[in-house]
Nanobody, 126 residues
Framework: QLQLVESGGGLVQPGGSLRLSCVAS????????IGWFRQAPGKEREGVAC????????YYSDPVKGRFTISRVNSKNTLYLQMDGLKPEDTAVYYC???????????????????WGQGTQVTVSS
């Protein structure tokens, strides 16, 4: 069974940076599409970024494009999300997820992922 554990969240001022990590155990991430999602209070969970398994292509949602960078290190079974230029509207609980997807990860919604971490809180405030 694949287990995911996120870390790296915290409180940061607007314009600051954070790097989230997601370590997988139980199974290798090879062959899995992996993504970062977030959920703010009172809002639905939304996709932030993902990496497809078959070609390594990345996808970013419009609100984070140009500010966030997703990456993976297969040898460490770890996924990262580098977040720069943080804004108050980025405040949310951030989750990593993994799933075996047939197509590019950009076509899949959060409910199509079965393997989730417990989440890490990111708060952007002055």
């Amino acid at each position: 069974q694949l287990q995911l554990v996120e870390s790296g969240g915290g409180l940061v001022q607007p314009g600051g940076s954070l790097r989230l990590s997601c370590v997988a155990s139980g199974l290798t991430l090879n062959g899995y599409a992996i993504g970062w999602f977030r959920q703010a209070p009172g809002k639905e969970r939304e996709g932030v970024a993902c990496i497809s398994s078959h070609d390594g292509s990345t996808y970013y949602s419009d609100p984070v494009k140009g500010r966030f960078t997703i990456s993976r290190v297969n040898s460490k079974n770890t996924l990262y999300l580098q977040m720069d230029g943080l804004k108050p509207e980025d405040t949310a609980v951030y989750y990593c997820a993994a799933e075996r997807l047939a197509l590019s990860c950009r076509y899949y919604q959060h409910y199509e992922y079965r393997n989730w971490g417990q989440g890490t809180q990111v708060t952007v405030s002055s």
